[in-house]
Protein backbone atom coordinates (compact mmCIF):
# COMPACT_ATOMS: atom_id res chain seq x y z
CA UNK A 1 0.00 0.00 0.00
CA UNK A 2 1.98 3.39 -0.99
CA UNK A 3 1.59 6.34 1.15
CA UNK A 4 -2.20 7.81 -0.75
CA UNK A 5 -3.72 4.51 -0.24
CA UNK A 6 -2.57 4.56 3.45
CA UNK A 7 -4.29 8.29 4.04
CA UNK A 8 -7.48 7.18 2.50
CA UNK A 9 -7.51 4.21 4.54
CA UNK A 10 -6.89 6.12 7.81
CA UNK A 11 -9.24 8.26 7.18
CA UNK A 12 -12.01 5.12 5.82
CA UNK A 13 -11.16 2.60 8.65
CA UNK A 14 -12.00 5.41 11.25
CA UNK A 15 -15.19 6.77 9.75
CA UNK A 16 -17.35 5.87 12.45
CA UNK A 17 -15.65 7.44 14.93
CA UNK A 18 -14.99 10.62 13.39
CA UNK A 19 -18.93 10.85 12.32
CA UNK A 20 -19.40 9.76 16.54
CA UNK A 21 -16.68 13.13 17.37
CA UNK A 22 -18.68 15.30 15.12
CA UNK A 23 -21.62 14.48 16.17
CA UNK A 24 -20.72 14.68 19.48
CA UNK A 25 -19.16 18.55 19.30
CA UNK A 26 -22.39 19.12 17.60
CA UNK A 27 -24.77 17.97 20.72
CA UNK A 28 -22.39 19.62 22.83
CA UNK A 29 -22.26 23.70 20.91
CA UNK A 30 -20.50 26.22 22.67
CA UNK A 31 -19.85 29.85 21.46
CA UNK A 32 -16.15 31.16 21.25
CA UNK A 33 -13.91 31.31 23.75
CA UNK A 34 -16.14 28.69 25.70
CA UNK A 35 -15.85 25.40 23.75
CA UNK A 36 -14.39 23.35 26.99
CA UNK A 37 -15.81 20.59 25.55
CA UNK A 38 -14.66 20.53 21.70
CA UNK A 39 -11.12 21.33 22.26
CA UNK A 40 -10.84 18.74 24.84
CA UNK A 41 -12.39 15.98 22.77
CA UNK A 42 -10.18 16.82 19.63
CA UNK A 43 -6.99 17.29 21.80
CA UNK A 44 -7.46 13.75 23.66
CA UNK A 45 -8.21 12.31 19.84
CA UNK A 46 -4.61 13.80 19.31
CA UNK A 47 -2.93 13.14 22.46
CA UNK A 48 -4.42 9.51 22.26
CA UNK A 49 -2.76 9.87 18.52
CA UNK A 50 1.12 10.30 19.87
CA UNK A 51 0.40 14.11 19.35
CA UNK A 52 2.16 16.59 21.88
CA UNK A 53 -0.47 19.40 23.16
CA UNK A 54 0.29 23.04 24.13
CA UNK A 55 -2.96 24.53 25.72
CA UNK A 56 -3.59 28.24 26.22
CA UNK A 57 -2.08 29.33 23.24
CA UNK A 58 -2.98 33.19 22.20
CA UNK A 59 -4.07 33.40 26.05
CA UNK A 60 -7.12 31.55 25.42
CA UNK A 61 -7.86 28.42 27.53
CA UNK A 62 -9.90 26.44 24.45
CA UNK A 63 -7.09 27.09 22.00
CA UNK A 64 -4.46 24.53 21.99
CA UNK A 65 -1.71 23.06 19.39
CA UNK A 66 -1.42 19.30 19.01
CA UNK A 67 2.42 18.13 17.31
CA UNK A 68 3.88 15.45 15.97
CA UNK A 69 7.18 14.78 14.37
CA UNK A 70 9.96 16.60 14.12
CA UNK A 71 12.30 18.70 11.53
CA UNK A 72 11.13 20.51 8.48
CA UNK A 73 8.54 21.05 6.29
CA UNK A 74 6.36 22.11 9.34
CA UNK A 75 2.73 21.62 8.34
CA UNK A 76 -0.13 23.28 9.24
CA UNK A 77 -3.69 21.70 9.84
CA UNK A 78 -6.07 24.75 11.14
CA UNK A 79 -8.83 23.51 12.88
CA UNK A 80 -12.17 25.54 14.70
CA UNK A 81 -15.12 24.20 16.53
CA UNK A 82 -16.84 27.47 18.03
CA UNK A 83 -20.98 27.49 17.72
CA UNK A 84 -23.32 30.36 16.92
CA UNK A 85 -25.75 32.34 19.25
CA UNK A 86 -29.27 31.63 19.17
CA UNK A 87 -29.49 28.54 16.15
CA UNK A 88 -30.14 25.46 18.31
CA UNK A 89 -32.03 23.01 15.82
CA UNK A 90 -32.92 19.36 15.58
CA UNK A 91 -31.78 17.45 12.27
CA UNK A 92 -34.93 18.07 11.10
CA UNK A 93 -36.46 19.99 8.19
CA UNK A 94 -38.74 21.92 10.49
CA UNK A 95 -37.21 24.54 12.85
CA UNK A 96 -37.41 23.34 16.03
CA UNK A 97 -35.11 24.12 18.52
CA UNK A 98 -32.92 21.53 20.84
CA UNK A 99 -33.01 24.02 23.30
CA UNK A 100 -34.47 27.79 22.56
CA UNK A 101 -32.13 30.67 21.86
CA UNK A 102 -29.46 28.59 22.67
CA UNK A 103 -26.19 28.12 20.29
CA UNK A 104 -25.73 25.77 17.47
CA UNK A 105 -23.25 24.73 14.68
CA UNK A 106 -24.70 27.37 11.79
CA UNK A 107 -21.31 27.43 10.46
CA UNK A 108 -20.53 23.55 10.46
CA UNK A 109 -17.69 24.10 12.53
CA UNK A 110 -18.68 20.35 14.30
CA UNK A 111 -16.89 18.64 11.24
CA UNK A 112 -14.27 21.70 10.57
CA UNK A 113 -12.52 20.82 13.54
CA UNK A 114 -12.73 16.82 13.10
CA UNK A 115 -12.04 17.03 9.45
CA UNK A 116 -8.88 18.98 10.34
CA UNK A 117 -7.93 16.58 13.35
CA UNK A 118 -8.24 13.46 10.83
CA UNK A 119 -5.99 15.18 8.18
CA UNK A 120 -3.23 15.14 10.70
CA UNK A 121 -3.93 11.75 11.91
CA UNK A 122 -4.22 9.93 8.83
CA UNK A 123 -0.93 12.02 7.63
CA UNK A 124 1.11 10.68 11.23
CA UNK A 125 -0.50 6.70 9.81
CA UNK A 126 1.52 7.64 6.45
CA UNK A 127 4.71 9.42 7.57
CA UNK A 128 5.26 6.19 10.42
CA UNK A 129 4.74 3.26 7.39
CA UNK A 130 6.58 5.32 4.50
CA UNK A 131 9.50 7.18 7.19
CA UNK A 132 8.66 10.33 5.82
CA UNK A 133 10.37 13.54 7.58
CA UNK A 134 8.62 16.68 8.61
CA UNK A 135 6.14 17.95 11.62
CA UNK A 136 2.54 18.15 11.20
CA UNK A 137 0.08 20.53 13.65
CA UNK A 138 -3.41 20.46 14.03
CA UNK A 139 -4.37 23.97 15.69
CA UNK A 140 -6.98 23.77 17.83
CA UNK A 141 -8.32 27.38 17.05
CA UNK A 142 -11.44 28.76 18.88
CA UNK A 143 -13.52 32.46 18.42
CA UNK A 144 -13.62 31.76 14.84
CA UNK A 145 -16.54 33.20 14.37
CA UNK A 146 -15.81 37.00 15.66
CA UNK A 147 -12.02 36.67 14.38
CA UNK A 148 -10.72 36.27 17.55
CA UNK A 149 -8.79 33.22 17.98
CA UNK A 150 -6.20 32.81 14.62
CA UNK A 151 -5.60 36.85 15.49
CA UNK A 152 -4.62 36.23 19.19
CA UNK A 153 -2.72 33.05 17.88
CA UNK A 154 -0.91 34.85 15.42
CA UNK A 155 -0.01 37.66 17.61
CA UNK A 156 1.50 35.23 20.04
CA UNK A 157 3.95 33.68 17.02
CA UNK A 158 1.81 30.85 16.95
CA UNK A 159 2.21 29.98 12.98
CA UNK A 160 5.64 31.92 12.54
CA UNK A 161 7.13 29.00 12.54
CA UNK A 162 4.92 26.75 9.42
CA UNK A 163 6.01 25.99 5.63
CA UNK A 164 2.13 25.88 4.81
CA UNK A 165 -1.00 25.82 6.24
CA UNK A 166 -4.38 23.87 5.16
CA UNK A 167 -7.64 24.29 5.78
CA UNK A 168 -11.33 23.82 4.73
CA UNK A 169 -14.83 24.70 5.48
CA UNK A 170 -17.80 23.10 5.24
CA UNK A 171 -20.14 24.37 1.92
CA UNK A 172 -22.81 23.32 -0.39
CA UNK A 173 -19.83 22.87 -3.26
CA UNK A 174 -16.25 20.63 -3.36
CA UNK A 175 -14.14 23.89 -4.55
CA UNK A 176 -11.34 25.06 -3.16
CA UNK A 177 -11.28 28.86 -2.98
CA UNK A 178 -8.86 30.85 -4.96
CA UNK A 179 -10.24 33.92 -3.94
CA UNK A 180 -10.02 36.52 -1.40
CA UNK A 181 -11.92 37.53 1.50
CA UNK A 182 -12.69 40.65 3.53
CA UNK A 183 -10.79 42.49 5.80
CA UNK A 184 -12.39 43.40 9.28
CA UNK A 185 -12.25 45.42 12.11
CA UNK A 186 -14.74 44.43 15.03
CA UNK A 187 -15.03 47.20 18.16
CA UNK A 188 -17.51 48.56 20.09
CA UNK A 189 -17.77 52.16 21.49
CA UNK A 190 -19.05 53.00 25.06
CA UNK A 191 -20.56 56.55 25.65
CA UNK A 192 -20.86 57.64 29.18
CA UNK A 193 -23.50 59.91 30.56
CA UNK A 194 -25.41 61.35 33.40
CA UNK A 195 -28.50 59.45 34.81
CA UNK A 196 -31.79 61.86 35.83
CA UNK A 197 -35.33 61.47 36.11
CA UNK A 198 -36.26 61.53 31.86
CA UNK A 199 -39.69 63.33 32.81
CA UNK A 200 -38.85 65.81 35.53
CA UNK A 201 -35.09 66.43 35.25
CA UNK A 202 -34.21 65.38 32.10
CA UNK A 203 -32.33 68.91 31.62
CA UNK A 204 -29.80 67.24 34.41
CA UNK A 205 -29.52 64.16 32.03
CA UNK A 206 -26.63 63.44 29.06
CA UNK A 207 -28.03 60.19 27.58
CA UNK A 208 -25.27 57.63 26.42
CA UNK A 209 -27.92 55.98 24.32
CA UNK A 210 -28.15 59.32 22.25
CA UNK A 211 -24.93 59.25 22.30
CA UNK A 212 -24.71 55.88 20.14
CA UNK A 213 -27.81 57.02 18.04
CA UNK A 214 -25.68 60.21 16.63
CA UNK A 215 -22.80 57.61 15.97
CA UNK A 216 -25.18 55.40 13.63
CA UNK A 217 -26.70 58.75 12.38
CA UNK A 218 -23.05 59.73 11.24
CA UNK A 219 -21.87 55.58 10.29
CA UNK A 220 -25.10 55.78 7.82
CA UNK A 221 -23.58 59.42 6.48
CA UNK A 222 -20.45 57.42 6.00
CA UNK A 223 -21.39 54.76 4.25
CA UNK A 224 -22.31 56.77 0.98
CA UNK A 225 -18.66 57.69 0.94
CA UNK A 226 -16.64 54.60 1.07
CA UNK A 227 -16.45 51.90 -1.72
CA UNK A 228 -18.80 49.75 -3.15
CA UNK A 229 -17.50 46.48 -1.59
CA UNK A 230 -16.58 47.73 2.18
CA UNK A 231 -19.35 46.92 4.45
CA UNK A 232 -20.04 48.78 8.09
CA UNK A 233 -22.70 46.48 10.33
CA UNK A 234 -24.19 47.37 13.93
CA UNK A 235 -25.54 46.22 17.35
CA UNK A 236 -26.85 48.14 19.57
CA UNK A 237 -26.15 45.84 22.72
CA UNK A 238 -26.99 48.16 25.48
CA UNK A 239 -29.35 51.07 25.59
CA UNK A 240 -30.18 51.86 28.74
CA UNK A 241 -32.60 49.93 30.78
CA UNK A 242 -36.13 52.00 31.34
CA UNK A 243 -37.61 55.18 29.12
CA UNK A 244 -38.21 57.15 31.94
CA UNK A 245 -34.28 57.25 32.73
CA UNK A 246 -31.70 59.10 31.00
CA UNK A 247 -29.06 56.21 30.21
CA UNK A 248 -25.92 56.88 31.49
CA UNK A 249 -24.22 53.76 29.75
CA UNK A 250 -25.15 52.66 25.81
CA UNK A 251 -22.74 50.63 23.67
CA UNK A 252 -22.46 49.80 19.88
CA UNK A 253 -20.81 47.01 18.29
CA UNK A 254 -19.54 47.36 15.18
CA UNK A 255 -17.48 45.29 12.32
CA UNK A 256 -16.39 47.46 9.25
CA UNK A 257 -14.48 45.20 6.56
CA UNK A 258 -13.15 46.05 3.19
CA UNK A 259 -11.29 43.98 0.62
CA UNK A 260 -7.75 45.06 1.68
CA UNK A 261 -6.46 45.93 5.10
CA UNK A 262 -5.24 48.94 4.09
CA UNK A 263 -8.88 50.01 3.79
CA UNK A 264 -10.10 49.15 6.89
CA UNK A 265 -7.86 51.20 8.70
CA UNK A 266 -8.77 54.47 6.54
CA UNK A 267 -12.03 53.69 6.95
CA UNK A 268 -11.60 53.00 10.81
CA UNK A 269 -9.64 56.29 11.41
CA UNK A 270 -13.30 58.28 9.79
CA UNK A 271 -15.31 55.97 12.40
CA UNK A 272 -13.39 57.32 15.16
CA UNK A 273 -13.90 60.77 13.97
CA UNK A 274 -17.30 60.20 13.61
CA UNK A 275 -17.58 58.95 17.26
CA UNK A 276 -15.89 61.61 18.92
CA UNK A 277 -18.56 63.91 17.08
CA UNK A 278 -21.34 61.95 18.60
CA UNK A 279 -19.80 62.40 21.77
CA UNK A 280 -19.86 66.36 21.62
CA UNK A 281 -22.94 66.19 20.14
CA UNK A 282 -24.61 64.00 22.95
CA UNK A 283 -22.42 66.09 25.91
CA UNK A 284 -20.86 62.56 27.00
CA UNK A 285 -18.12 60.64 27.17
CA UNK A 286 -16.75 57.51 24.90
CA UNK A 287 -14.38 55.16 24.48
CA UNK A 288 -13.03 52.35 22.03
CA UNK A 289 -13.04 49.18 23.21
CA UNK A 290 -11.21 47.13 20.02
CA UNK A 291 -11.75 43.89 19.92
CA UNK A 292 -10.40 42.79 17.43
CA UNK A 293 -8.96 43.61 13.39
CA UNK A 294 -7.80 40.30 10.61
CA UNK A 295 -6.63 40.57 7.50
CA UNK A 296 -7.71 39.91 3.70
CA UNK A 297 -7.31 36.47 2.69
CA UNK A 298 -3.48 36.15 0.48
CA UNK A 299 -4.24 33.83 -2.09
CA UNK A 300 -1.87 30.98 -2.94
CA UNK A 301 -2.53 29.65 -6.60
CA UNK A 302 0.01 27.15 -5.93
CA UNK A 303 -1.44 25.16 -3.00
CA UNK A 304 -5.18 25.86 -3.94
CA UNK A 305 -4.38 23.39 -7.08
CA UNK A 306 -2.59 21.04 -5.01
CA UNK A 307 -5.94 20.78 -2.98
CA UNK A 308 -7.96 20.68 -6.04
CA UNK A 309 -6.27 17.59 -7.30
CA UNK A 310 -6.35 16.53 -4.29
CA UNK A 311 -10.08 16.59 -3.70
CA UNK A 312 -10.13 14.77 -7.43
CA UNK A 313 -7.75 12.01 -6.16
CA UNK A 314 -9.80 11.30 -2.98
CA UNK A 315 -12.67 8.57 -3.11
CA UNK A 316 -15.60 10.31 -4.47
CA UNK A 317 -18.52 11.26 -2.15
CA UNK A 318 -22.07 9.28 -2.98
CA UNK A 319 -25.14 10.75 -1.31
CA UNK A 320 -28.10 8.57 -0.84
CA UNK A 321 -31.95 8.70 -1.81
CA UNK A 322 -32.90 9.47 1.76
CA UNK A 323 -30.56 11.97 2.28
CA UNK A 324 -31.42 14.04 -1.48
CA UNK A 325 -34.70 13.88 0.48
CA UNK A 326 -33.99 15.39 3.33
CA UNK A 327 -31.78 18.03 1.30
CA UNK A 328 -35.05 18.77 -0.84
CA UNK A 329 -37.05 19.17 2.31
CA UNK A 330 -34.47 21.52 3.70
CA UNK A 331 -34.43 23.62 0.71
CA UNK A 332 -38.50 23.72 0.49
CA UNK A 333 -37.73 26.10 3.63
CA UNK A 334 -35.06 28.72 2.18
CA UNK A 335 -35.91 31.85 1.38
CA UNK A 336 -37.11 32.60 -2.30
CA UNK A 337 -34.33 32.83 -4.48
CA UNK A 338 -31.88 31.01 -2.30
CA UNK A 339 -30.59 28.16 -4.72
CA UNK A 340 -30.91 30.16 -7.96
CA UNK A 341 -28.66 32.77 -5.92
CA UNK A 342 -26.33 29.62 -4.79
CA UNK A 343 -26.29 28.13 -7.90
CA UNK A 344 -25.51 31.68 -10.24
CA UNK A 345 -22.50 32.37 -7.69
CA UNK A 346 -21.28 28.58 -8.39
CA UNK A 347 -21.29 29.72 -12.05
CA UNK A 348 -18.96 32.27 -11.60
CA UNK A 349 -16.79 30.36 -9.27
CA UNK A 350 -16.24 27.55 -11.82
CA UNK A 351 -14.00 27.57 -14.47
CA UNK A 352 -16.34 25.54 -17.03
CA UNK A 353 -19.91 25.81 -17.12
CA UNK A 354 -21.98 24.32 -15.15
CA UNK A 355 -25.46 22.38 -16.42
CA UNK A 356 -28.71 24.28 -15.84
CA UNK A 357 -30.52 20.95 -14.62
CA UNK A 358 -27.93 20.75 -11.73
CA UNK A 359 -30.21 24.05 -10.42
CA UNK A 360 -32.46 21.11 -9.60
CA UNK A 361 -29.91 19.10 -7.85
CA UNK A 362 -29.69 19.44 -4.27
CA UNK A 363 -26.25 17.65 -3.38
CA UNK A 364 -23.29 18.66 -5.40
CA UNK A 365 -21.01 15.45 -5.65
CA UNK A 366 -18.99 16.34 -8.28
CA UNK A 367 -15.59 18.30 -7.74
CA UNK A 368 -15.59 21.79 -9.52
CA UNK A 369 -12.48 23.48 -11.34
CA UNK A 370 -10.85 27.04 -10.40
CA UNK A 371 -12.27 30.24 -11.38
CA UNK A 372 -10.13 32.65 -13.97
CA UNK A 373 -11.41 35.35 -12.19
CA UNK A 374 -12.21 34.48 -8.74
CA UNK A 375 -14.58 36.12 -6.54
CA UNK A 376 -14.50 37.91 -2.89
CA UNK A 377 -16.00 36.12 -0.63
CA UNK A 378 -18.58 38.79 1.05
CA UNK A 379 -17.31 37.14 4.53
CA UNK A 380 -14.24 37.28 6.75
CA UNK A 381 -12.17 34.59 8.19
CA UNK A 382 -9.37 34.63 10.69
CA UNK A 383 -7.38 32.47 8.08
CA UNK A 384 -6.56 35.22 6.52
CA UNK A 385 -3.82 36.57 9.22
CA UNK A 386 -2.32 33.15 9.05
CA UNK A 387 -2.02 33.81 4.97
CA UNK A 388 -0.04 36.73 5.26
CA UNK A 389 2.25 34.58 7.63
CA UNK A 390 2.83 31.42 5.63
CA UNK A 391 1.73 30.26 2.47
CA UNK A 392 -2.40 29.00 3.02
CA UNK A 393 -4.87 27.49 1.43
CA UNK A 394 -8.10 26.22 1.70
CA UNK A 395 -11.28 23.69 0.01
CA UNK A 396 -14.95 23.59 0.62
CA UNK A 397 -16.94 20.80 0.57
CA UNK A 398 -20.66 19.08 -0.16
CA UNK A 399 -22.32 19.25 3.71
CA UNK A 400 -25.31 21.42 2.97
CA UNK A 401 -27.56 21.28 0.37
CA UNK A 402 -27.48 23.89 -2.46
CA UNK A 403 -28.57 27.14 -1.29
CA UNK A 404 -28.55 26.86 2.50
CA UNK A 405 -28.57 30.36 3.46
CA UNK A 406 -25.07 30.97 5.72
CA UNK A 407 -25.59 31.44 9.95
CA UNK A 408 -28.96 29.67 9.69
CA UNK A 409 -30.77 26.54 11.39
CA UNK A 410 -30.98 24.65 8.11
CA UNK A 411 -27.14 24.52 7.92
CA UNK A 412 -27.19 23.57 11.87
CA UNK A 413 -29.61 20.97 11.08
CA UNK A 414 -27.20 19.49 7.85
CA UNK A 415 -24.35 19.85 9.98
CA UNK A 416 -25.69 17.02 12.38
CA UNK A 417 -26.83 15.11 9.18
CA UNK A 418 -25.19 12.21 7.49
CA UNK A 419 -24.80 14.86 4.70
CA UNK A 420 -22.54 16.81 6.91
CA UNK A 421 -20.32 13.86 7.59
CA UNK A 422 -19.99 12.57 3.95
CA UNK A 423 -19.01 16.19 3.40
CA UNK A 424 -16.18 16.04 6.05
CA UNK A 425 -14.53 12.91 5.39
CA UNK A 426 -14.24 14.37 1.82
CA UNK A 427 -12.50 17.43 2.75
CA UNK A 428 -10.44 15.16 5.25
CA UNK A 429 -9.23 12.99 2.03
CA UNK A 430 -8.24 16.29 0.37
CA UNK A 431 -6.23 17.97 2.95
CA UNK A 432 -4.31 14.82 3.60
CA UNK A 433 -3.40 14.10 0.66
CA UNK A 434 -2.38 17.57 -0.06
CA UNK A 435 -0.18 17.16 3.17
CA UNK A 436 1.52 14.31 1.78
CA UNK A 437 2.61 16.43 -1.36
CA UNK A 438 3.91 19.01 0.17
CA UNK A 439 5.87 16.41 2.61
CA UNK A 440 7.66 14.82 -0.19
CA UNK A 441 7.78 17.23 -3.11
CA UNK A 442 10.01 19.74 -1.89
CA UNK A 443 9.68 21.65 -5.48
CA UNK A 444 5.96 22.21 -3.81
CA UNK A 445 6.76 24.00 -0.93
CA UNK A 446 9.59 26.02 -2.73
CA UNK A 447 7.00 27.27 -5.30
CA UNK A 448 4.55 28.15 -3.02
CA UNK A 449 6.87 30.21 -0.70
CA UNK A 450 7.99 32.00 -3.71
CA UNK A 451 4.53 33.15 -4.70
CA UNK A 452 3.91 33.63 -1.36
CA UNK A 453 7.18 36.00 -1.17
CA UNK A 454 5.84 38.13 -4.52
CA UNK A 455 2.26 38.15 -3.76
CA UNK A 456 3.15 40.14 -0.07
CA UNK A 457 4.95 42.72 -2.51
CA UNK A 458 7.23 43.68 0.87
CA UNK A 459 4.56 44.05 3.07
CA UNK A 460 5.22 42.34 6.13
CA UNK A 461 2.16 40.85 8.58
CA UNK A 462 1.94 43.10 11.59
CA UNK A 463 -0.39 42.27 13.59
CA UNK A 464 -3.51 45.09 14.64
CA UNK A 465 -3.58 43.75 18.13
CA UNK A 466 -1.80 45.84 21.24
CA UNK A 467 0.28 43.71 23.41
CA UNK A 468 -1.37 43.87 26.59
CA UNK A 469 -4.83 42.73 24.36
CA UNK A 470 -6.57 39.93 25.99
CA UNK A 471 -9.45 37.84 23.95
CA UNK A 472 -12.95 38.67 24.41
Request: with cysteine.
Given at each position: ???????????N???????F??????S????????????????????????K?????????????????????????L??????????????????????????????????????????????????????????????????????????????????????????????????????????????????????????????????L???????????Y??????????????????????????????????V????????????????????G??????????????????????????????????????????????????K????T????????????????A?S?I?????????????????????L??????????????????????????G?????????????S?????G???????MAL?G?????????????????????????????????????
Open positions: MNAAETVRHAIDQDERLAIAQEIWHPQIGLQETFAAALLAKELAEAGFIEWGVGQMPTAFVATWGKGRPVLGFGEYDALPGLSQTVAAAKQAVEVLGPGHGCGHNLFGTACMASAMALKTAMEQDNIAGTIRFYGCPAEETLVGKVFMARDGAFDDLDAALSWHPGSTNLVWNGSSLALNSFKVNFYGVAAHAGAEPEMGRSADGVMLMDVGMNLREHVMDKARIHSVVTSGGQAPNVVPAFAQVWYFRAPHRYQVDEIYARVLQIAQAALMSGTRHEIEFITGGYDLLPNNTLSSLLLQSMQAADAMRFTDQERSFADLQAFPAGSVQRDFEWMQKSRAAAAEVDNPLWEQVLPHSDTPPMGGSTDIGDVSWITPTAQLTTCCWPLTPGHSWQTVASSGSIGVKMLFAAQGALELLTKPALLQAARAEFSEAKKGKEYVTTLAKNSVPQ
